[in-house]
């Protein structure tokens, strides 16, 4: 890598030591965020896996809308895992108006694979820059991406076709859980994707 970036991980809430733990091996500079001012001088940020709602009440606690809104306006690179995904999307199926932060225009659902099924284990397709490789995809209570926008392209999938990775420009979101697992390679995208808008 030849720039060391500096990655914000979103400390409110959820797995965000796992994320920490992976950047920091990876090279990069990584330090938690929470308050306005913190956001200001980073490459990237991470949302984690963690509760939606809960999530979603303390980005208003901190009053980090419009710090997300610059964040965008400014097209810093975003990687939301699992209930960060969900704060990614622009529609999130049964929630109250002002829910997310409708930064990618795709339409998720909570906890959409049902009791059944709340934690399982599947291989993620991965296709970056025409080389296709299968990881190991950890999902726990995870969302699932029913609709996507144009512009909105689709980075992994299961076998059966069900987009699980996906890239809106400088914005990536998982439904799985990357963070739990060795293999780093949706991490090494979002510091390529990094690489791109950060010059
Ligand atoms: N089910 C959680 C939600 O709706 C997401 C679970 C997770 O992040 N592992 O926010």
């Known amino acids: 890598m030849e720039k060391k970036f500096k990655i914000g991980i979103l400390a409110l809430q959820g797995d965000y030591e796992k994320h920490y733990r992976i950047f920091d091996q990876l090279g990069t500079e990584v330090f938690y965020v929470k308050l306005p001012d913190e956001f200001n001088e980073i490459d990237g940020l991470v949302i984690p896996g963690g509760e939606s709602p809960t999530m979603s009440r303390l980005i208003n606690t901190y009053n980090l809308r419009e710090t997300f809104e610059k964040l965008v306006e400014d097209n810093v690179p975003i990687f939301g895992t699992c209930a960060g995904a969900i704060m990614l999307a622009a529609d999130v199926v049964d929630a109250p108006a002002g829910f997310s932060l409708g930064i990618m225009d795709i339409k998720i659902a909570r906890n959409a694979y049902g009791r059944q099924r709340e934690s399982f ?45 996906v890239r809106q420009g400088p914005f990536l979101a998982a439904t799985f859980h990357p963070e739990l697992t060795d293999d780093t390679t949706v991490q090494e995208i979002f510091l390529e994707i990094i690489g791109e808008y950060r010059k």
């Open 121 to 165: 284990e599947s291989e993620v397709e991965v296709t970056w820059k025409g080389k296709t490789r299968k990881i190991p995809g950890v999902f726990i209570r995870a969302p699932k991406i029913l609709e996507m926008g144009e512009g909105v392209e689709v980075l992994g999938k299961l076998e059966n076709g069900e987009p699980v990775l």
